[in-house]
Structures are given as C-alpha cells and as structure tokens.
C-alpha cells in the first residue's frame, strides 16, 4: 500500500479569536452633512490556519435572509380549467370565422371564373355562327385524299 493513499486522521487546527481594536474617528470638516459613527458592537474576527501554514483572517459573514413575499391567494383548478376553456372557446370562433369567410371569398372567386368561361365559350361559338364563310352546308370532305390515303396504307 503506498504512503499517500493510508487512511490519516483528521487534522485539527487551533482557531484563533482576534478582536480589532477600534480607530479613533477621523477628523471631520465642519461643512461635511455626514459624520462617522462607531458601530454598535465590534464583529469578533476569526482566524484560521490552512493546512500549508498560511494564516486566513476575517469577519463572520451571516446571509442575508430575503424579505417573506405576501401569500397569494389559491386559485382553484376550477376556476383555471373554465378560464382556458374560454379561451380555446374564443380562439376556435375566431378560427371558424376566419375559415367561412375564406371559403366565401373562394365560392365568389370559382363563380366568376365560371361566368368569365362562358363569356368567352359563348363569345366563341357567335363568332363560329355569324361568320360568313365560304362553305355553309357542314364539313367539306375531299374525297380524292381519302382515297389515296386508303390506298397508300392498306394497298
């Protein structure tokens, strides 16, 4: 077993209690509005010894306990769970108010593009109508190409 690593007892060290001895006040100017005052009890002053041998002095300090905040009154899981029901109430009407009137928006703009089509369409079909042409009684076939077609595939 090597040395560094037996078990050694704990080491007690001596812990010294100094008490400062107080300044004389220092020498004040008559127009200064403030004047020192001793404190009321003088803080005992603690030294220790850390284990290299160096000397650590100082005051005891005490944490600052914070000021106890007011209670705040419970509120109930009741009164919580009806206040976010109105609001995801709220939420969802504004949401479906928001979505009929898009689809409102949409039936009017598929209506006019419907009524526009068949401005157009019909617009067609009069120039179609009332366009004096050349041949009046349907389609003109020429016979001749067809048959030649005939002949040419199936010859």
Known sequence: MHPEHRPHPPVLRAVDLHHPTPLAPAAVVPAAPLAPSQPDAVPAVASIVLPDGRVVTGYAVHPVQPEPVAAKPAVSRTAVNIALAGVGFGAVCGGLFLLTAFITALTAFITQLII????????????????????????????????????????
Request: charged content about 10%; hydrophobic content about 50%.
């Open 116 to 155: 526009l089509a068949a401005v157009i369409f019909g617009g067609w079909i009069a120039v179609q109508v009332f366009t004096a042409g050349g041949h009046r009684g349907g389609t003109t076939v020429n016979i001749r190409k067809a048959v030649i077609k005939r002949n040419h595939f199936h010859g």
